[in-house]
């Protein structure tokens, strides 16, 4: 399906649309990394596991971009792509690898830092569709 960039004034705050969970949350990290990154310049050079849970819905999502964009800014990971899967046990969980290779500032075109994802302003609705809407703090 799609994500979009929203109107904000400070930050990034975007819309997600997607056929069920599992695109959904795959569609928010890609989001983080064009954000920050150019996505079509990131090769698949290698893979790492990203795990995170969440008691809900929102804090899965919170703790999802949350760790994206440790691996991007903190961990230098540049990602290309993710495959993912998502349970519901006792709380939330997901698994996922992500693939690509370390940053390089030049080849990758960093665009800008993202501080943190923010609970403020996020909103998650599933029926036919899912639609996600969360901020970036810039």
């Known amino acids: ?5 929203l ?3 400070t930050d990034a705050f975007i819309e997600i649309t ?5 695109e959904a949350f ?3 990290g890609n989001s983080v990394v064009e954000t920050t990154l150019d996505r079509d310049a990131i090769e698949e050079k290698e893979e790492r596991i990203i ?11 919170f703790n999802w971009l949350e760790e994206v964009i440790f691996q991007i800014i903190t961990e230098g990971f540049a990602i290309h792509r993710f495959k993912l ?3 519901k046990k006792l709380e939330y969980e997901i698994v996922a690898t992500a693939y690509g290779e370390p940053i390089d500032l030049q080849k990758h075109h960093f665009k800008v830092e993202i501080k ?8 998650i609705s599933e029926g036919k569709k899912v639609v996600m809407r969360f901020l970036l703090d810039l």
């Open 116 to 123: 943190a994802p923010t609970f403020h302003l996020m909103e």
């Open 51 to 61: 795990s995170v849970a969440g008691k809900d819905l929102r804090y899965l999502l």
């Open 7 to 9: 109107e904000h004034a």
């Open 26 to 28: 795959t569609l928010a």
């Open 1 to 5: 399906m799609s994500f979009k960039l």
């Open 85 to 87: 899967d998502i349970k």
């Open 18 to 22: 997607a056929s069920d969970l599992k």
